[in-house]
C-alpha cells in the first residue's frame, strides 16, 4: 500500500497544484509523525504558489483513495471516499528540514522499455520451462502407461522365439496318439 500526500490549498474555491508524494509498504496509521511531517514540508516546498503561502493545508491519503478520470486535468485528482483523506497544516516552510531532505535525494530514469522487455522474456522462459517440463511429464506418464499396457498384454508371450510348430519337431509327432 502506498501513502500519496498532495497539497491542496483553499484559495478563493481553487485548489492550488504541488507534487504528489508516495510512501510505500505502509498503512496509513503506521507511518510516524516525523515523517509525515517531512512529507508535508516537501510537498509545500515542490509547489510554487503553496511555497510562497503561509498556514496551508496537506491532505494524505492511501493511494487507492485516489481517483483519475477521463475528463480531469493533467495532475488533477480526486478521491473514491472523502472520510479517508486526512489534512495536516504547515504553518511555514523549515528550510532545514527541506535541505536534509534535498540532500538525500535520489532521481532515477529507469529504462522502462528495457525493463519491460527484460520482465516480458523472463515471463517467456517461465512460461517455456513449465511446458518443458509439462511435456517431460507426459512423456514419463505416457511411457509408463505403454509399459503397464505391455505388462497386461499376451504380446510376449505370442513371440516367434517362443512358439514352435510340428515341422520343426523332427521326430515329434504330436497327431500319432499311439
Not at 18 to 24: F, H, Q
Not at 97 to 108: H, M, P, Q, S
Not at 167 to 175: K, L
Amino acid at each position: 500500500m502506498g501513502l500519496a500526500g498532495r497539497c491542496l490549498v483553499p484559495c478563493r474555491q481553487i485548489l492550488i497544484s504541488s507534487c504528489l508524494l508516495e510512501v510505500k509498504g505502509q498503512t496509513i496509521d503506521d507511518i510516524p509523525g516525523t515523517v509525515l511531517e517531512d512529507a508535508a514540508q516537501l510537498v509545500k516546498a515542490n509547489s510554487i504558489e503553496g511555497n510562497k503561502m503561509n498556514d496551508i493545508d496537506v491532505v494524505y491519503t492511501m493511494w487507492s483513495n485516489l481517483k483519475k478520470t477521463q475528463g480531469m486535468e493533467v495532475g488533477q485528482v480526486g478521491f473514491h471516499k472523502e472520510k479517508e483523506v486526512r489534512k495536516m497544516r504547515v504553518a511555514k516552510r523549515l528550510n532545514t528540514v527541506v535541505n536534509r531532505l534535498n540532500k538525500t535525494k535520489r532521481e532515477e530514469h529507469p529504462n522502462f522499455m528495457a525493463e519491460r522487455e527484460n520482465r516480458d522474456r523472463s515471463e517467456r522462459d517461465d512460461k517455456k520451462k513449465l511446458l518443458r517440463e509439462q511435456k517431460e511429464n507426459e512423456k514419463a506418464e505416457e511411457k509408463r502407461r505403454q509399459e503397464e499396457a505391455e505388462m497386461r498384454s499376451y504380446n510376449s508371450l505370442f513371440s516367434p522365439n517362443n512358439m514352435t510348430t510340428n515341422t520343426e519337431n523332427t521326430g515329434y509327432d504330436s497327431d500319432d496318439f499311439m
